[in-house]
């Protein structure tokens, strides 16, 4: 992306640390306060407080990571790599997911699909990277070297792989990732605006507006985060194996704590 000429800019590290941050304090307190609100405390205001921010965090940190995750598409030289890290990570964040929501049920598949409403989706976010992420290495390496930027072939594939992307990434059974195919459309939308960090945050907003129009709290977070992609610089920032490593297992640790907080919290098994 375009160097910024704002006094204030952050790089790809500082985006990465607020979106770990956001992400992970954001699911821990969903899950966390659901615990108390599945119970006896449902009218429970402060957990009500701390369920609703949650899920303002979380959603804040939404945008950032489609930022980050586009850039590491397009910048590195072994994709094989890094859909391996990507898959090894969503692998096993499902399985401490899937702990940490439903305990030892999720060993004997008792728990039905979205019975636990503080995860919505079937697959968790790594799911949705890694079908977005697919989508824009069709578009930006198959795509848009075989065919000139405008022509109907180069129009035409590039809104199928668009289409058949949300598809996979919203399949009501089975297949439904978290964020879905606003995660893939939101992709997309980094993608094809790179460089323009003012319409990508308008169409961020857009986007957010038709899925999450009726609840305007909600919609402010990923609006927020998107701000990040203002004050973008496109440097990388601190580059080391140890932070690549923290980057892609950050996540499974989070819900790996959360089995343990909800089993002494909740008593699970």
């Not at 985060?225 to 499974?252: M, Q």
Request: aromatic share 12%.
């Amino acid at each position: 992306m375009e160097q910024q000429k704002s006094r204030f800019s952050l790089n790809a590290f500082q985006i990465k640390v607020l979106a770990l941050f956001f992400y992970i304090a954001g699911k821990s307190l969903i899950q966390i306060s659901y615990l108390h609100l599945e119970g006896e405390t449902f009218s429970s205001l402060l957990w009500t407080v701390l369920f609703i921010a949650g899920n303002f965090m979380h959603l804040m940190a939404v945008p950032m990571i489609a930022l980050l995750t586009v850039e590491a598409v397009m910048k590195t030289r072994n994709l094989r790599q890094y859909f391996t890290r990507l898959g090894f990570a969503a692998v096993l964040t499902e399985i401490l997911l899937d702990l940490a929501a439903y305990g030892g049920k999720c060993f004997d598949f008792s728990h039905g699909f979205l019975e636990n409403p503080a995860i919505k989706a079937d697959l968790n976010f790594y799911f949705t990277l890694i079908i977005g992420s697919v989508a824009v290495v069709l578009m930006d390496r198959v795509i848009n070297k075989r065919f000139r930027a405008g022509s109907v072939p180069y129009v035409l594939l590039n809104v199928l792989v668009i289409l058949v992307s949300c598809f996979l990434a919203q399949v009501p059974t089975g297949l439904r990732c978290e964020q879905g195919g606003l995660g893939v459309l939101m992709m997309c939308a980094v993608y094809f605006f790179y460089g323009n960090p003012l319409i990508t945050l308008i169409v961020i907003a857009v986007l957010q507006v038709i899925a999450l129009g009726s609840n305007f709290l909600l919609v402010l977070a990923p609006i927020l985060g998107g701000l990040t992609i203002l004050f973008y610089n496109g440097n990388e920032g601190r580059k080391t194996g140890l932070i690549r490593l923290v980057t892609y297992i950050a996540y499974p640790i989070c819900y790996g704590i959360l089995i343990f907080v909800l089993g002494i919290v909740g008593g699970r098994t």
